[in-house]
């Protein structure tokens, strides 16, 4: 499983956006790309998932260069709500996940 | 039950005590994931059921640690002779299928003293 590497933690305002980056540089070729989000004392939920170039939903987008060796999470017009940790995780699919320590994203008014 | 369920929400043990962790999953999901969290940790994969069997216990941390599943539902994850490094969040997942979106349930808080 491709080990991934991202910021231990970032701090935003309410309305902006914030943009979260991995690395994934011995990402494999059936690997897909999956962002999950926890909040404290629940457990993680699916934010997005992609394979390549540019995926949207209606939480958050995922940019994903040519070379899949990184990607970024998009939230755009955060809120304190949107204050909990994400996590990056590159494998086939929702197999056997495995999760690094993730991102601690807070957001301040 | 619309969401996964686990039980108890807070468990607290004394040292040398076996638990056991309760995990009802999404009706109808074949596969069945049990995880540890350490405080401010990620998540560690502890094993996976496909339906009853297990074809993926690498993550378990030691023999103390079993689990098992019956009629394709409600999975228990058993911890003898519990010690403090056991203590952490426990959490299950399922899933339709290996390949699937996993929904997580909230976890069970585990205090071994």
């Known amino acids: 499983l491709a080990k991934t590497t991202q910021p231990i933690s970032m701090d935003s305002y309410e309305g902006q956006e914030v943009n979260i980056t991995c690395s994934h540089n011995?990402?494999?070729?059936?690997?897909?790309i999956t962002w999950y989000q926890q909040f404290p004392s629940q457990g993680p939920r699916f934010i997005i998932q992609?394979?390549?170039t540019k995926v949207t939903n209606e939480v958050a987008s995922l940019f994903i260069p040519a070379d899949r060796k990184s990607s970024t999470l998009s939230l755009p017009r955060v809120s304190l709500s949107d204050t909990a940790v994400y996590y990056c995780l590159v494998g086939e699919g929702f197999q056997k996940l495995v999760f690094g320590t993730g991102t601690r994203l807070l957001v301040s008014p | 039950g619309a969401g996964v369920s686990q039980s108890p929400s807070n468990k607290v043990t004394e040292k040398g005590k076996d638990v056991e962790l309760r995990c009802d999953p999404i009706s109808g999901h074949t596969a069945l994931y049990w995880y540890r969290q350490s405080l401010g940790q990620g998540l560690e994969f502890l094993i996976y059921f496909q339906g009853n069997s297990a074809p993926d216990k690498s993550g378990l941390p030691s023999d103390r640690f079993s689990a098992e599943r019956t009629g394709g539902s409600v999975s228990t994850l058993t911890i003898q002779r519990t010690q403090q490094e056991d203590s952490a969040v426990y959490l299950c997942?399922?899933?339709?299928?290996?390949?699937?979106?996993?929904?997580f349930g909230p976890g069970t808080r585990l205090t071994v003293l």
């Open positions: 997942a399922s899933s339709l299928g290996q390949v699937a979106l996993q929904f």
């Open positions: 011995n990402i494999a070729t059936n690997d897909y």
């Open positions: 992609g394979y390549k």
